[in-house]
């Protein structure tokens, strides 16, 4: 596929050139993760913005993200959003909050005109919108906990809140071999939500609990089982396609009313690098549609 | 440091010749892991060899290879191969069960005259001794598995036994996360090992169970906690520290008697591609020895 280009390309081998990209509403959102947690994220960006059409692109090669340093995400991720960059997208979404805590400036560094929407501020906006008490519980991937970037979110939303976070890595394999409900997963859920939510602890307890990582939607009706029952639980997705929305209205890109394709499932081209059977089976459950594994393009970084 | 090669090194950028290493009796031992599993194995090969030394590499960026493609984790592989070559190794253990699946031929090919062995035939070799029945259970990663590497071993060390195989990818985030023992590692172990040893099956139940990841044995507890107790369990490590020793003396290539540094532990080198600090965090409980970030290297492939 010939790069929508109106300049050239960034320099994939080190140069530190930004590309230049002028974005066009007629051009594909794209939508970058680390594997196909983001699906949980693309579903909702299908649903609300029904019109346009989409690039995905699952890193299956190098996943997954979430126990890896910050020069090793950022590195990845850079070679993704030029991946994507070469596709013409008018609008970037991160939809791995690893990357979006870790690499965001550096990606938008490399988009030029480019928009690129992260997944943790729309997360921390939905937790701010349904906490009363201000203390919010965050389960997320290590590398998200420790580079603090929810409890820095939430902050700067609200600035008396408090935040307790706590890494879950075992919820990703859990998500990923499709054990999302049931004894174990309501164990494993226990594991990690009983010390945020202990009765002994100082002050009141968290009244939201924010799902920091795309993955662990999967899990919501085992993470509920274990909840106290007054505790609102929310993820980035439907927010994150919010704000991507409001930045397409803002710039006049979004797509005219009426160029849609046909009125079913808006069209996806679903990018991977790595094993296509995998992530048509995986991927179909995240998307709650079926891939097939011949939609599935690899590429490589 | 100065590759300790007689003629040079392959080319990494894709050349297939082969790389032309003659190996001395003086030169480490080449341990090479997707991360830090292998660490179980190189216990044994310590135990086994005290007066050699050795050069871990853990390619901990692109860990875990067990859900990836095998043209992926060929790719992987023999970059590793390369690094370790340019140590300069007298040997190369592959103590990672899905490269030992996928790419032993490749890596072989790559190495010239430094032997390579892998974690697959010692540990069917511990099996086959192990089963009285015949009948033989193996556990492994997704990759493992699906590429059939045990069950092949197997018969073709004893053509009339029967294996019955199990992907069991959440043992491996398990034990990375060092949940080992207790309600939660026991109710994964089942949901895994049940299906292999269920009453009702045709034929009698297997008698051996094969831990076809170099992760498993940190889980022994648990798994013992939940198989019925006449079944032999089985790993890889030592029967591979055998083999090692035994291509080492054949080829006359152990290290003289009286040539260890000091009579403590053998000196290691650790390599990582990614997060030292994790690395040793996570590597002590495998290795059971304390490893400092500090003795960490981070090398990129």
Redesign the interface.
Known sequence: MEPRWHARLADPTGGDEPAVNVPTASAPIGVFDSGVGGLTVLRALCTQLPGESFVYLGD???LPYG???A??VTRYSLKAAEALAAYGVKCLVVACNTVSAFALPAIRGHMGAVPVVGVIEPGAEAACSASRSGHIAVIATEGTVRRGAYQAAILRLRNHARVSAQPA??L???A??G?CSG??AE??AR?YLAPLFRADLPGSPPDTLVLGCTHFPMLSEAISAVLPSQVAVVDSATTTAAQVYSVLATAGLLKPAGSAACAGAPAVRFLA???AG?FARVGSRFLQRLIAAAEVELIDL
Chains 1, 2 share one sequence.
């Open positions: 299956t090669a190098r126990t890896k340093s020069a090793t890595a075992l990703v394999a859990l990923e071999e054990v004894a174990i164990s494993i594991h690098t790595d094993d995998r």
